[in-house]
């Protein structure tokens, strides 16, 4: 006896129709473009408004105005030194038996001070070192920079990833629901089975389930976006169909390492922080050295006077300049053990910088093998998304002849669509891998993203 088909889903009284993916195409890059309207942005506007926005890369840039001015303060000790002091006091004198030598006094003075080092060579070194930290200061804020790139470029191609899927997924679901309107119009004539039926009703099941799933993660991927960039609402543009690729130049790993040798931010901050260790041990070397400074003084000075028999108040204006010598004898072994400490944290500086250039090349050689694979990937992901095809229209013939099952064309079509969603998720990595190679080879800069604003539809 024949079981009433089930309620979930009205039967659909249309024979289906096999899927054309340059149409399928044209159809998710139409509903791209109709759902993102006037405020669809490119990936370089939206990378700007990040800059702007940012937390992450404004306190790196407000890290390094304050390794700036820290700098600057370094040169204070080549400058000369001005003070101005002022002193005043009463006094009150009591003499018994002479009430002539009794009485108060009032002083008032006031000095001005100014010395200017001559021979500092600690001063010297430490003003050597702050120039050299600026350039660390810097090479960090151009990391934030290119990390700022990579995460908005990241979080932009998330939202299109999770787009196309939440739109492959309901593509396939209007598919399955073909599918399960011709297996129960089979089945009432009696050509088929109640078990077409419920395979298509439970492919059809796990694809609400997969629509709600790419709906939510569509959700989260545009508030991350969102928060990146500091707007509501944002929408990126998708690739424009068909999608050609930038070619990978220079096609040579050697030729990416070379290019971090000298500009790489990381292997700059470790050069630097070498040089700055072997400043360190010749400042504490210079620990043994004299210092000379040239100082003066000027003072005005009001109150009762010392030398008899001048009575009263007077005042006395003094001046001075002259040289001050400072010689090191002995500080308890201080400074023969700071040297032997600085000579250590310079082999440990030396070090850090080799480390840094193996993991500069390890990651660049890396990536540079990420773009091949995700090229290669893509290339057979075109070719899969060909016979994927093909085999779903032969599964669809076959099905309608009687010579295939339900369960073939359903499996069919997931395959189909699983490949659509690869495909457009793998073509999206090379992208984002081809940044990530320039932020490895540490030549990464803003004006990477317009070759992939090309790609883009206007």
């Known amino acids: 006896m024949n079981a009433a088909p089930s309620a979930r ?6 024979r289906p129709m096999p899927l054309n993916p340059l149409a399928l195409g044209a159809v998710l890059l139409l509903g791209s473009l109709f759902a993102t309207g006037a405020r669809a942005q490119s990936l370089v506007q939206l990378y700007e408004a990040a800059r702007g926005f940012d937390a992450t890369y404004l306190s790196a840039r407000s890290q390094y105005d304050a390794s700036l001015a820290q700098a600057a303060q370094a040169r204070a000790g080549l400058l000369p030194q001005a003070g101005l002091g002022a002193v005043a006091s009463w006094a009150r004198r009591d003499i018994s038996g002479s009430s002539a030598l009794s009485g108060s006094s009032d002083n008032q003075s006031a000095t001005l001070s100014a010395s200017q080092p001559l021979y500092r060579p600690v001063n010297k070194l430490t003003n050597d070192q702050a120039e050299l930290s600026v350039d660390i200061a810097r090479a960090r804020l151009t990391q934030a920079e290119q990390d700022l790139i990579v995460r908005t470029s990241q979080a932009y191609f998330d939202v299109l990833a999770a787009q196309d899927t939440l739109a492959f997924v309901q593509a396939q679901k209007t598919a399955v629901a073909e599918q399960l309107a011709a297996a129960r119009r089979n089945f009432e004539v009696g050509t088929t089975t109640i078990t077409d039926s419920r395979e298509a009703q439970a492919q059809y099941d796990l694809v609400l389930a997969r629509e709600i799933a790419a709906e939510n993660d569509l959700r989260v991927k545009k508030l991350a976006l969102d928060q990146l960039v500091g707007r509501n ?19 040579d790993p050697q030729a990416w390492v070379n290019r971090s040798a000298d500009a790489h931010p990381a292997l700059l901050q470790a050069t630097r922080s070498l040089e700055i260790a072997q400043l360190e041990t ?7 050295k004299p210092t000379l400074d040239l100082v003066g ?18 005042r006395t204006n003094t001046a001075s300049v002259g040289l001050q010598f400072n010689l090191p004898l002995f500080a308890g072994y201080a400074v023969q053990n700071r040297v032997k400490e600085t000579l250590a944290l310079e082999e440990k500086a030396r070090n850090d910088l080799e480390a840094a250039r193996r ?22 992901l075109e070719a899969a998304e060909a016979s994927s095809q093909s085999a779903l229209d032969a599964n669809r013939l076959g099905y309608q002849v009687g010579v295939r099952i339900n369960i073939d064309v359903l499996n069919a079509q997931s395959q189909l669509f699983q490949t659509k969603r690869d495909l457009a998720q793998a073509r999206y990595n090379v992208l984002l891998s081809g940044l990530r190679l320039r932020q490895a080879s540490g030549s990464l800069q803003p004006e990477d993203l317009r070759p992939i604003d090309a790609l883009l539809a206007k």
């Open 9 to 14: 889903l009205p039967v659909l009284r249309r």
């Open 233 to 251: 609402a944002v929408a990126p543009r998708p690739l424009v169909a068909p999608v050609a690729l930038p070619e990978l130049l220079p096609a």
């Open 282 to 288: 010749s400042k504490a070397e210079a620990g043994h």
């Open 297 to 314: 003084q000027y003072q005005v000075a009001r109150g009762p006077s010392t030398t008899l028999p001048t009575a009263g108040n007077v």
């Open 359 to 380: 993991n500069v090349d390890l990651s660049t050689r890396s990536a540079y093998l990420g773009v091949v694979s995700g090229q290669g990937q893509v290339k057979a």
